[in-house]
């Protein structure tokens, strides 16, 4: 299996210096996308290279393949990244900074671009102003977006990279990112002895 990984940069096409950077990972075999906001390019968002690893064994890979394009920042992750697995992992470099050498993940990068400004779209809307790419809510929509494409994205199999990956087809409610949730917090149970641990 090959999981591909790249950076893309989303905001304002017109302001340069106000884009916020993600890396994206797509599993070839399954299709499954997994997103994520990056503070800096390179390995020293830590944070960023344990939840890559994180994604990487919720896809249930062992031994593997870590492709990218061959960008230097994105090659210092990747090899972060091989050296914190305990299963094989084959780094895989194809030239920097050719698209067309890891297809899959550009592929990937689109839907996701095409699946945040849906949200974002749709919460201007319901808020009824302008948001700034940069708020902190867009950082949870980039995953939101992963996840909306993970569970209902069909492919030319007729099956969603969540079915592919589980054998199963999701079947719970959701709402909207940024979508108020009213709710009511259960009462805490005194304790007793009954239900106290010692």
């Given at each position: 299996p090959t999981v591909g990984m790249d950076y893309d940069k989303y905001g304002e096409e017109e302001a340069v210096s106000e884009h916020t950077t993600s890396l994206?990972?797509?599993?070839?075999?399954?299709?499954?996308?997994?997103?994520?906001?990056?503070?800096?390019?390179?390995?020293?968002?830590?944070?960023?290279?344990?939840?890559?690893?994180?994604?990487?064994?919720?896809?249930?890979?062992?031994?593997?393949?870590?492709?990218?394009?061959?960008?230097?920042?994105?090659?210092?992750v990747q090899s972060k990244i091989v050296a914190r697995r305990e299963a094989k992992t084959v780094p895989v470099n194809p030239p920097a900074y050719d698209p067309k050498s890891n297809g899959v993940i550009e592929k990937g990068v689109q839907d996701i671009n095409g699946r945040l400004r849906c949200i974002k779209i749709a919460l201007e809307d319901r808020l009824q102003q302008s948001l700034h790419i940069s708020l902190p809510i867009f950082e949870w929509a980039l995953e939101h977006a992963a996840f909306i494409h993970n569970r209902f994205q069909l492919g030319h199999d007729g099956c969603t990279p969540y079915r592919r990956l589980t054998g199963r087809n999701w079947n719970h409610e959701l709402v909207e990112s940024g979508e108020q949730v009213m709710g009511k917090l259960a009462p805490r149970r005194a304790a007793t002895k009954s239900n106290t641990r010692t």
């Open positions: 994206i990972l797509k599993d070839s075999e399954t299709g499954m996308i997994k997103g994520h906001v990056v503070e800096v390019k390179g390995p020293r968002d830590y944070w960023v290279i344990k939840r890559c690893c994180k994604d990487i064994e919720g896809l249930g890979l062992s031994a593997m393949m870590l492709k990218t394009d061959g960008e230097p920042a994105l090659v210092a």
